[in-house]
């Protein structure tokens, strides 16, 4: 069964660093987004996207933040200055249409972004 | 924007009862309502769904049902297993053509006792 795939698993990095977070949504799919998830809090929103550019984002993220579809396989979230409250999981996710119907968004297992 | 509140936060049922988990919205525009598991270390599966003109869905040990005019909607899982210890989360969104932004409750960490 395809998958989304992330990298890394799991990312540590200091404060003021620059992060790249890497996601392979499913082939077929054209819609990704990106979620976060603080520590036992629950997931949130951080940006849709569609056609080479964002269809929406949320107040989270500002302008510390930036996707991109560098190719025709990956998506990738820049975090520019990380901070300390950056650190979470992040979930990309990807759908896809089957016809004018928009179908559910497949998670993949997340990278852990640890800021220190 | 969307609010949506879930109980309880934990809960601990014997293999074999019926396990209960409910979600309340505050967007009446909302239209889609997936249930997502979360084991530990993964991330969230899609286990059922439902859209607003259903009134409820199953689909074996797993039951979706939803009230419009309450704006609450529940996941009702029969006969549970061990493997059924999870986190469970619900999600509203308005599912446009071209754009959805789901909005997660809180989780439910579910333990099914032996």
């Known amino acids: 069964e395809p998958e989304v795939t992330q990298t890394p698993s799991h990312q540590v990095t200091q404060m003021g660093q620059e992060v790249i977070l890497r996601c392979v949504p499913i082939s077929n799919h054209l819609y990704f987004y990106w979620y976060r998830q603080i520590l036992g809090q629950k997931v949130e929103f951080l940006v849709s996207f569609y056609n080479n550019e964002i269809s929406e984002k949320s107040e989270i993220f500002d302008d510390q933040f930036s996707v991109e579809r560098p190719d025709g396989s990956n998506f990738t979230l820049k975090i520019r200055s990380t901070k300390l409250e950056d650190s979470a999981m992040y979930f990309c996710a990807s759908s896809e249409t089957w016809g004018q119907v928009l179908r559910e968004q497949y998670f993949g297992p997340g990278t852990r972004l640890t800021v220190t | 924007g969307e609010n949506v509140e879930q109980h309880p936060s934990t809960l601990s049922v014997q293999e074999g009862d019926s396990a209960v988990i409910k979600c309340t919205y505050s967007?009446?525009?909302?239209?889609?309502f997936p249930w997502y598991k979360q084991e530990l270390g993964k991330g969230p599966q899609l286990i059922i769904d439902?859209?607003?003109?259903?009134g409820e869905k199953k689909d074996q040990r797993i039951a979706v049902t939803l009230n419009k005019t309450a704006k609450h909607f529940s996941l009702h899982i029969t006969e549970t297993q061990p493997e059924d210890s999870a986190v469970y989360f619900c999600a509203a969104s308005i599912r446009n053509f071209g754009n959805e932004k789901l909005t997660f409750g809180t989780g439910t960490r579910l333990t099914i006792i032996p």
């Open positions: 967007d009446s525009a909302s239209n889609y």
């Open positions: 439902i859209r607003s003109n259903v």
